[in-house]
């Protein structure tokens, strides 16, 4: 999974016309080093999405701006437009995100 880097990056990425699907962790976070041990399974059998991963302190505008208040938090995007969103409460198993991923709207 690639990270963000820059602001134009992120733009670019979630402006594609393919799902993506946008990880906002933070280096400090437990959860987030809990989500990197079974996230890559994951993303195998969705590799239909676009994965990338965003530190949230890195860019804590966007952040705000998408309404990220716990980490990590997964956000789905498709042409510019955020689509869904699980929350950090809720993305602490594959179980969760799995879950999350079979129900998103598109």
Same mark, same amino acid.
């Given at each position: 999974?690639?990270?963000?880097?820059?602001?134009?990056?992120?733009?670019?990425?979630? /402006? $594609?016309?393919?799902?993506?699907?946008?990880?906002?962790?933070?280096?400090?976070? *437990?959860?987030? %080093? %809990?989500?990197?041990?079974?996230?890559?399974?994951?993303?195998?059998?969705?590799?239909?999405? $676009?994965?990338?991963?965003?530190? %949230?302190?890195?860019? *804590?505008?966007? $952040?705000?701006?998408?309404?990220?208040?716990?980490?990590?938090?997964?956000?789905?995007?498709?042409?510019?437009?955020?689509?869904?969103?699980?929350? /950090?409460?809720?993305?602490?198993? *594959?179980?969760?995100?799995? $879950?999350?991923?079979? /129900?998103?709207?598109?």
């Amino acid at each position: 999974m690639k990270e963000i880097q820059t602001l134009e990056e992120f733009n670019e990425v979630i /402006s $594609a016309d393919k799902e993506t699907i946008m990880i906002f962790t933070a280096g400090w976070c *437990p959860d987030c %080093r %809990r989500l990197e041990v079974f996230i890559g399974d994951i993303i195998e059998e969705h590799n239909d999405k $676009a994965w990338y991963e965003i530190d %949230r302190d890195k860019f *804590p505008e966007l $952040a705000e701006k998408y309404e990220v208040m716990g980490i990590p938090s997964l956000l789905l995007f498709k042409n510019g437009e955020k689509l869904a969103h699980l929350h /950090s409460a809720n993305a602490k198993t *594959p179980e969760d995100v799995r $879950a999350y991923l079979e /129900s998103l709207p598109v």
